[in-house]
């Protein structure tokens, strides 16, 4: 998260949505009394900090952040978001859970790494918060999006100047960061029972963001065979 006095924005980091390569983007830029929650080194420590003292962490949610930062500054700031669609943010964050170092007391981590594939991830209970919606990160109590703009990572580099020139800043390259090495997401989606699952649990997510998983294959397909064009 980013809160910025000096370009007046909040930028809300949802999970596996290219938050941290957002955040070290504009990072440089920002001012000496701007707010930076997570996505650099010294992020992440007031990120601790400021969960203890400001209730407001890397990954607040834009309802808390509304609350906690007051009406004036809510109602003032440009509110923006990066979301992700649902079928690659699984693989993401599955092949996130593959090679971070970090596990929880329910030794989440190292149980993940125990299974075969993908498919044992979704079908198993292991991460709950596998199936959290990133809808939850921008909606308020009332199913109401309270941010003013959410741009895609299908499109990032695109939503991303956009967002630069809102703000007032010149177009900005944006670095990939936590990038994992694994094959195209949409491959991981061939089991019917599987695709079946997690429409089920982003139903909302994908209807509300217009996604539609066959024209994403669609797409990628098209791009293979532009890539064997001569």
């Not at 125990?114 to 919606?133: P, Q, R, V």
């Not at 956009?162 to 944006?174: D, H, S, T």
Request: hydrophobic share 35%; proline share 2%.
């Amino acid at each position: 998260m980013i809160i910025s006095h000096k370009y007046k924005f909040i930028f809300i980091h949802i999970h596996k949505c290219a938050g941290t390569s957002v955040t070290q983007a504009l990072d440089p830029h920002l001012g000496e009394n701007d707010i930076v929650l997570g996505g650099t080194k010294e992020g992440e420590k007031l990120s601790e900090e400021y969960l203890k003292t400001k209730g407001l962490f890397k990954h607040s949610k834009a309802s808390d952040a509304k609350i906690i930062l007051g009406d004036e500054i809510w109602n003032n700031y440009f509110k923006f978001a990066i979301i992700r669609n649902p079928w690659d943010r699984l693989v993401s964050k599955y092949h996130w859970w593959l090679t971070t170092s970090w596990d929880d007391q329910w030794q989440t981590g190292t149980k993940i790494r125990g299974l075969n594939n993908f498919s044992e991830y979704i079908f198993s209970d292991l991460d709950s918060d596998k199936k959290e919606s990133l809808l939850d990160f921008v909606m308020d109590d009332n199913q109401k999006i309270i941010v003013d703009y959410l741009g895609k990572f299908e499109r990032i580099h695109r939503d991303f100047a956009y967002i630069c020139g809102r703000i007032g800043l010149p177009n900005i390259e944006l670095p990939h960061t936590n990038r994992s090495k694994h094959n195209e997401y949409l491959e991981y989606y061939q089991d019917p029972e599987l695709i079946q699952l997690v429409n089920q649990w982003f139903d909302l997510e994908i209807n509300n963001f217009q996604y539609d998983l066959n024209s994403l294959k669609k797409e990628m397909d098209f791009a293979k065979q532009t890539v064997n064009i001569v």
